[in-house]
C-alpha cells in the first residue's frame, strides 16, 4: 500500500545554519505533497507544495525538493531560526486525490 | 482570524460516555476532512465531506464514529461509548475543491478518555 515516511526522526541544528529535513514515499502515482509544519498544541501549518510536473520549488527561505526517480522528498530551510522548532511533516496525495497520507514527522530542534 | 475553527480544543470524559467536537471551515471551502492523531504520528485520515456529502471514510472510522455536515457549513464528529483508545487529537481540515489543494487545519480538538 501508500507509504510514507521519514529518514530521521530528529533533527538538532545550529541557529543560523540550513536545515535539510528528508521523506520518502511509496506511490510513485502521487503527483501532489505538502510539507507541513506543526507546532505543540495547534493543528499542521501548510508550508509549502510542490506537484510531481515539478522537481524544485522555493518559497520564503523554505525549498522543496522532489526527486521522482527514488520518490524523496526534501524540506530545505535556510537561516535556521528558533522559531522554526516544530514538528515536520511530508503528506502524499492519496490515489484518489482526495485526502493526504502522512508521515511520523521529524522533529526540528534549533539550539542557540 | 478566517481560518479553520474547533470546539472544544480540550475534552475529558469518562469511559463510555458519549462525545461531540465541532468544525468550522473556512468559509469558502466546500471541503471537510477529519484526522486524528496520536502522539509522535501523523495525522490519519478519518473522513472527507464534500459540501453536505459524505464521500469516503476511513477504515479507522469504526461504527462509534459518525460525521455529519448538515447545511454544508460546520460539521461535527461524534464518538458514542468511547474507549481509552480513542484519547488523541481530533483534526479538522478543510480546502477548496478545484483541483488539488492544501488542506488548511484546526487546531484540533484534545480528547482525553478517564
Known amino acids: 500500500g501508500e507509504s510514507v515516511g521519514l529518514h530521521l526522526p530528529t533533527l538538532s541544528v545550529q541557529e543560523g545554519d540550513n536545515s535539510i529535513i528528508n521523506c520518502a514515499y511509496s506511490?510513485?502515482?502521487?503527483?501532489?505533497f505538502i510539507w507541513y509544519k506543526q507546532e505543540s498544541g495547534k493543528g499542521p501549518q501548510f508550508i509549502i507544495d510542490?506537484?510531481?510536473?515539478?522537481d524544485k520549488r522555493q518559497g520564503q527561505r523554505v525549498t522543496v525538493l522532489l526527486n521522482k526517480t527514488v520518490k524523496h522528498l526534501s524540506l530545505q530551510i535556510a537561516a535556521t531560526q528558533p522559531g522554526d522548532s516544530a514538528v515536520y511533516f511530508c503528506?502524499?496525495?492519496?490515489?484518489?486525490?482526495?485526502?493526504?497520507?502522512f508521515g511520523p514527522g521529524t522533529r526540528l530542534s534549533v539550539l542557540p | 482570524d478566517t481560518g479553520v475553527s474547533q470546539d472544544p480544543r480540550h475534552k475529558i470524559t469518562k469511559r463510555g460516555q458519549n462525545v461531540t467536537f465541532r468544525c468550522d471551515p473556512i468559509?469558502?471551502?466546500?471541503?471537510l476532512y477529519w484526522y486524528r492523531q496520536t502522539l509522535g504520528q501523523g495525522p490519519e485520515f478519518l473522513t472527507y465531506?464534500?459540501?453536505?456529502?459524505?464521500?469516503?471514510k476511513s477504515r479507522l472510522l469504526s461504527d462509534r464514529f459518525s460525521a455529519e455536515r448538515p447545511k454544508g457549513s460546520f460539521s461535527t464528529l461524534e464518538i458514542q461509548r468511547t474507549e481509552q483508545g480513542d484519547s488523541a487529537m481530533y483534526l479538522c481540515?478543510?480546502?477548496?475543491?478545484?483541483?488539488?489543494?492544501?488542506?488548511?487545519f484546526g487546531d484540533g480538538t484534545r480528547l482525553s478518555i478517564l
Open positions: 481540515a478543510s480546502s477548496l475543491s478545484t483541483g488539488v489543494q492544501p488542506q488548511h
Open positions: 503528506a502524499e496525495m492519496d490515489n484518489y486525490g482526495q485526502n493526504f497520507v
Open positions: 468559509s469558502e471551502h466546500n471541503r
Open positions: 510542490i506537484r510531481s510536473n515539478m
Open positions: 506511490n510513485s502515482a502521487s503527483d501532489y
Open positions: 465531506f464534500q459540501n453536505e456529502a459524505q464521500l469516503e
